[in-house]
């Protein structure tokens, strides 16, 4: 049996919403008068979806979203409009809700969009189960030096890592910090070759050298090429550059006090403090990271 939670001030409209979905056999519905008894209700018990009206007393539909959204994410919201709800509507769509009805079309559209939105969150867990049974993974990328593109690789990453379900929410945070820190470094620093003093002097200067170089021969031509092996016992990262490279002797340290606040120091501290190992090569284009699972490496000793 499927639970649907409807949420409305108005008992005529929770009613209207709930005889559409009892024409359903293997449809529940639920009632709660505003987002505030709603989000109680999904503490104790989690409903499969939420179909909420946006304009309600105590708590409306687009706080509800971001609680649900915050505190139960696997959880479909579907918003029921009306007349004057629109550009809340809109809000509430970009914070997360999966879909809308118009309540002047819930009797042609209502059953139709739960059946979608059903279906998709159910591809989203069969996904996830399906990759949890993957043992061992390994793909490539060639980026251009957007900085834009290199953030939606490390979320497409930061995803893979999740629905595999490797390491807690808090060590893939910091995996995916030191990721972006070292994506930035080879298209900032080796391909654009725009240099973090720079920044120190003048950050505006510094990112708008960077724009430039985007769109100027050679540096538009370079890219950055990311090969990422993930098992259940690490995480490693390779990403290489084709900018000139640096002696990595002349590395500072970013743990000396006096970097602490430099610029300079800042990504290469979050790396090495996040990731277990960092090596670069010779030349200096291409680093190496790796981060092991201890839960992962605790649960194979104590077998």
């Known amino acids: 049996m499927i639970r649907i939670l409807v949420v409305d001030d108005s008992a005529v409209d929770r009613r209207l919403a709930g005889g559409l979905l009892e024409r359903t056999a293997e449809w529940r519905p ?7 008894e709603a989000i109680e209700i999904v503490r104790r018990s989690c409903p499969d979806v939420i179909l909420t009206d946006i304009q309600m007393p105590a708590m409306n539909g687009l706080e509800l979203v971001r609680l649900v959204k915050s505190e139960a994410p696997h959880i479909p919201v579907i918003l029921m409009t009306a007349q004057g709800s629109e550009l809340t509507a809109v809000r509430a769509l970009e914070e997360g809700a999966d879909s809308y009805v118009p309540k002047r079309q819930l009797g042609e559209l209502l059953a139709d969009t739960i059946d979608r939105v059903l279906l998709l969150a159910g591809e989203v867990r069969n996904r996830q189960s ?11 990328f060639v980026m251009n030096n957007d900085p834009a593109l290199l953030s939606s690789l490390v979320a497409h990453l ?7 379900n490797l390491f807690s929410e808090s060590e893939r945070l910091r995996i995916g910090v030191a990721l972006e820190e070292a994506l930035l470094n080879a298209a900032y620093h080796g391909n654009l070759e725009v240099s973090s003093k720079l920044r120190e002097i003048d950050h505006s200067t510094f990112y708008e050298l960077a724009r430039q170089r985007m769109d100027t021969a050679p540096y538009r031509e370079r890219r950055i090429y990311v090969d990422v092996e993930l098992t259940p016992h690490q995480v490693e990262y390779v990403i290489r ?6 002696d990595v002797r002349t590395l500072p340290d970013p743990t000396d006090p006096e970097n602490l606040e430099r610029p300079c120091g800042r990504g290469l501290l979050l790396m090495r403090t996040f990731m277990d190992q960092i090596a670069y090569n010779e030349r ?5 990271m790796v981060k092991r699972n201890g839960a992962h490496l605790m649960k194979l000793a104590a077998e």
């Not at 993957?134 to 490539?140: A, G, H, K, V, W």
């Open 241 to 246: 550059d084709e900018g000139p490279g640096f």
């Open 130 to 140: 399906l990759a949890r049974c993957l043992r061992s993974m390994r793909c490539s």
């Open 158 to 164: 930061q995803a893979l890592l999740r629905d595999m």
């Open 284 to 288: 200096g284009n291409q680093v190496t």
């Open 30 to 36: 639920e009632y709660a008068c505003d987002g505030q």
